[in-house]
């Protein structure tokens, strides 16, 4: 609600404040701002303090959030193109990502959530998700076998744990640490940044960088809320969406890097696994695609692209 | 009329609950089971038990207000107790106040807010991510108990209000 | 959140809790006040449906049903009995012997499986009675186990101090499950002293001294029973089983035990164990539901924010700020369940605090040693919501009862809070 003609737009996300992607919101919420000429003023609630990744969806739909971040894994079970995300060794390399990306593929599957009430805004980069493990190194998909593996809250996340071998135990993210510590899970598979930042390692001690996955992360708003903003301040948040994007791709880089440093540093014991193997096992799921073919059409154009 | 139905809701509730209860233990050893004897953890267990204790907490609570053992903290009630008599009718205004609000928890967020996150999810027609179950049934549990507990309330305000015409009639 | 919202919620809620309203729907109400204010009604009542649901949705929470259910068991079955001769044979003769027990099995049950309700429930169920039998005031006996059940959250591992580390953005969990023994045992000790002395001022009935012969047959007599003990604990330090499991397994084996050999469960008893154990869980759930709705509201509602810097907006020196800080945190307490306090303090007083030379795991030994008296206080408080619901007490004679042990966890708090640094 309006007071005193100025906009508060609620964005609650499950990350801690330290992390880049909260950083590059914050970042967002300047822009926006600044655009809408004082118009719009974007609030941060961070570290799961307004619930998870999917119960924040579901408050987009309901109308009581305004904005959130979401892993687009996460957004399969309620949007499925982007299911397509989580196809692994769907991009060649981060190149070909970014292209995708800021392609007229990447905006058409943003928009494709504007039917389920949650419009896609921009993708901020989250790099290639690898396995990390508590007992044991991961060298070739059979290493997976009889563990269970914390997986994102996605059908596709689940069949391609399954693919290679892992049994698949969705959890939210912030439950995590306690699954892993517990013994609920044997190991999760995740990011540099997010591994580090969470401080997995402390349990997790090998990580095993076959780069299966590289799901990016959307910021969304509901379309309770687009469709209440006006034609510029519709306008102005787009905008900011993008600058924060682009500023997002730099803080994300020098993340990568020093996570890889850090976790070098603690001592976790970094495998570099030849990635065929973990390739073929996966194939299937690109056979399997026949059931959905909305995502089929999308990996077979993402695949072509230059 | 209302009493038999009473217990025949009573003992079905009872029913589900010894199922669900049983249920969740059976699902976890037999997570156990799958990871120790048979080298294979399944993926399902661990949301059948989420969804389980959702289930068995919502249903259980709105049984619990049929039996009343829900916690309350009743400052009035405990100052009336040695003033006035059980049957006096600010005492029974008071329970029917209290049942009220009851009544309007289960109708309000219960049972309206419940049915409308029932139907947005699968008007959305939203999956859980390891069973593939809607999750428009698994939010179900709140209008069913919603229900009862309007049932139960209901009932007991009957019963209420029998005791505030007998006192009307000595008095 | 205007501050005339902010008192409307507040005395809401007090005055439905007075008028006699169940806990759980007087803070459901609670909660729906402010949001409908700010929000479409329809969309509020969808919002607090979808948190309650939610707020059940944790896997931390498994635990809780399977504890109470084998509580039953050991209850009815025998099992209790059994353990409870067995230590009356070791402290029996101390004045407030079986509180000590109650403490002591708290602490280990409580640090081995980092839930303190799961403590509070498993824990309560079989001991209460035992006390009470032994000539124990009920309510004592609740709050001993209440607060008791507390310190697994402080003695690792701990999951609330996974969510400040979390919420901190930086924290070691190491470091801070190090930091979080010392205070974890003082809680302990300054509980059964304080039990002690109440023990022996109402003059609590002393077991005679018991012959080692007679402790040895006793140990033997309790010897099935003891390795349920070593099942569970065993089985989650030895990492076999998770909490979750562990309770399944003790379901399993106190049914065995209490059906199967001791015989003093039939098996057409145990559709009715069931029951009441479902029960027992379900209140627990209906209170948890709620209450994360509710401080979903406030955080929502930046009602906290608020708060803190109206407080820390009025000064003072290092000490007065640090006894603010504490304030804040009790007063949050008693509404917010633990979780969400942590998620949302942290980011608010840790800065504060950093600023004023806290160390940052000092801060959140702090921080967690005043939310574990939130827990047992009411309104809201999950540990005081499961040790009633077990013992079968009322909330406020129970709170009463719980007084002295509030002290006793305050000086423990003060101690932490001026000299914690002493043993990082
Ligand atoms: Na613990
Ligand atoms: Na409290």
Same mark, same amino acid.
């Given at each position: 609600r309006e007071d005193s003609g100025t906009r508060r737009i609620k964005l609650a996300h499950g990350l801690a404040t330290s992390h880049p992607v909260h950083q590059a919101m914050v970042y967002f919420g300047e822009r926006a701002e600044l655009h809408s000429k004082g118009t719009l003023r974007v609030e941060i609630h961070p570290s799961e303090q307004l619930g998870t990744e999917r119960e924040a969806i579901e408050l987009l739909q309901i109308g009581s959030l305004g904005m959130?971040?979401?892993? *687009?894994?996460v957004m399969e079970s309620f949007v499925p193109e982007y299911g397509v995300f989580s196809l692994p060794y769907l991009f060649r390399d981060d190149r070909h990502r970014a292209a995708v990306l800021d392609s007229e593929i990447g905006s058409e599957i943003l928009q494709a959530g504007r039917s389920y009430g949650v419009r896609g805004l921009v993708y901020y980069d989250a790099g290639s998700r690898s396995f990390y493990t508590r007992d044991r190194p991961i060298h070739t998909p059979a290493d997976l076998i009889g563990l269970k593996i914390r997986t994102q809250e996605s059908p596709? *996340?689940?069949?391609?744990?399954? *693919?290679?071998g892992g049994s698949a135990t969705p959890i939210a993210w912030g439950e995590l640490y306690t699954a892993l510590q517990q013994g609920v899970v044997d190991g999760a598979e995740n990011n540099p940044p997010s591994f580090y930042l969470s401080r997995h390692y402390e349990v997790c001690k090998f990580y095993s960088l076959d780069e299966h996955t590289a799901v990016p992360d959307v910021l969304l708003v509901s379309t309770h809320l687009w469709d209440r903003l006006t034609a510029s301040e519709r306008e102005a948040l787009q905008q900011a969406a993008l600058e924060s994007g682009q500023f997002q791709r730099e803080l994300w880089a020098s993340a990568t890097d020093e996570a890889m440093r850090s976790l070098e540093a603690v001592g976790v014991e970094i495998l570099r696994p030849g990635k065929s193997l973990f390739a073929a096992s996966v194939e299937p799921l690109y056979e399997g695609l026949s059931g959905s073919p909305g995502v089929a059409r999308l990996s077979e154009r993402i695949k072509a692209m230059r | 009329m209302c009493q038999a139905l009473r217990r025949r809701l009573d003992r079905i509730l009872e029913s589900i609950l010894v199922i669900l209860m049983s249920g969740m233990v059976l699902n976890v050893l037999w997570?156990?089971?799958?990871?120790?004897?048979?080298?294979?953890?399944?993926?399902?267990?661990?949301e059948i038990a989420?969804?389980?204790?959702?289930?068995?907490?919502?249903?259980?609570?709105?049984?619990?207000f049929g039996r009343k053992v829900h916690l309350s903290v009743g400052l009035v009630d405990e100052f009336l107790d040695s003033r006035i008599a059980k049957d006096h009718p600010l005492r029974i205004g008071l329970e029917l106040v209290s049942l009220g609000c009851v009544g309007i928890f289960a109708a309000l967020i219960l049972v309206v807010g419940g049915s409308n996150l029932v139907s947005l999810s699968s008007e959305f027609n939203q999956v859980s991510a390891a069973l593939g179950v809607p999750l428009g049934a698994v939010y179900s549990v709140l209008p069913i108990s919603g229900a009862i507990v309007l049932f139960y309330s209901g009932l007991q305000a009957i019963e209420i209000s029998g005791r505030w015409r007998a006192w009307g009639g000595e008095g | 959140m205007d501050p005339l919202q902010a008192t409307l919620l507040f005395s809401g809620f007090a005055i439905l809790l007075a008028l006699g309203v169940p806990i759980a729907v007087s803070i459901g109400l609670s909660a729906l006040l402010p949001l409908a204010l700010s929000l479409d009604t329809d969309v509020a009542l969808t919002t607090l449906a979808q948190r309650m649901a939610t707020g059940l949705d944790r896997f931390t929470l498994l635990a809780i049903p399977f504890f109470i259910l084998s509580g039953q068991f050991m209850n009815r079955g025998g099992i209790a009995r059994r353990l409870i001769d067995f230590a009356r044979a070791l402290v029996g003769m101390l004045p407030g012997g079986l509180a000590f027990v109650n403490v002591v099995s708290g602490m280990l049950f409580g640090a081995i499986s980092g839930s303190a309700a799961a403590a509070a429930a498993g824990i309560g169920s079989f001991m209460l009675p035992r006390m009470e039998e032994q000539g124990y005031d009920r309510n004592f006996g609740a709050a001993i186990n209440i607060a008791s059940a507390t310190t697994s959250l402080i003695i690792p591992p701990s999951n609330i101090l996974i969510v400040y580390a979390l919420a901190s953005g930086g924290v070691s969990i190491a470091a801070l499950f190090m930091a979080g023994y010392l205070p974890g045992l003082m809680v302990g000790g300054v509980l059964m002293g304080v039990s002690g002395v109440i023990a022996f001022r109402r003059g609590y009935p002393v077991d005679e001294r018991v012959r080692a012969g007679e402790a040895l047959r006793r140990g033997v007599a309790a010897l099935p029973s003891l390795f349920l003990v070593v099942l569970v604990i065993g089985g989650i330090v030895g990492g076999v089983f998770t909490p979750t499991e562990a309770g399944a397994m003790a379901v399993l084996y106190s049914l065995i035990l209490s059906v199967g050999i001791y015989r003093e469960v039939k098996w057409r008893d145990v559709p009715e164990i069931l029951v009441e154990a479902s029960v027992m869980t379900s209140i627990v759930m209906l209170l948890i539901a709620t209450s994360m709705a509710f401080s979903w509201v406030l955080a929502y509602e930046r009602i906290p924010e608020a708060i803190t810097e109206w407080l820390l907006s009025m000064g003072g020196g290092r000490i007065a700020t640090l006894l603010a800080i504490n304030l804040i945190l009790l007063v949050a307490g008693t509404v917010l369940d633990m979780t969400p306090a942590v998620l949302v303090f942290t980011p608010m007083l840790l800065p504060v605090a950093v600023g004023l030379g806290i160390d940052p795991v000092q801060f959140g030994i702090i921080m967690v040693l005043n939310l574990c008296i939130g827990l047992c206080t009411p309104p809201v408080g999950s540990v005081l919501f499961v040790g009633c619901s077990v013992a079968g007490t009322r909330i406020g004679a129970t709170s009463y009862a719980l007084l002295p042990l509030y002290a006793g966890m305050i000086v423990v708090l003060l101690i932490e809070t001026f000299f914690?640094?002493?043993?990082?």
């Open positions: 959130t971040k979401v892993s *687009a894994s596709s *996340a689940i069949r391609m744990v399954r *693919a290679l | 997570q156990i089971t799958t990871r120790y004897l048979l080298g294979d953890p399944s993926s399902v267990t661990e989420r969804f389980g204790l959702i289930w068995l907490g919502m249903l259980g609570a709105s049984y619990g | 914690g640094h002493l043993w990082l």
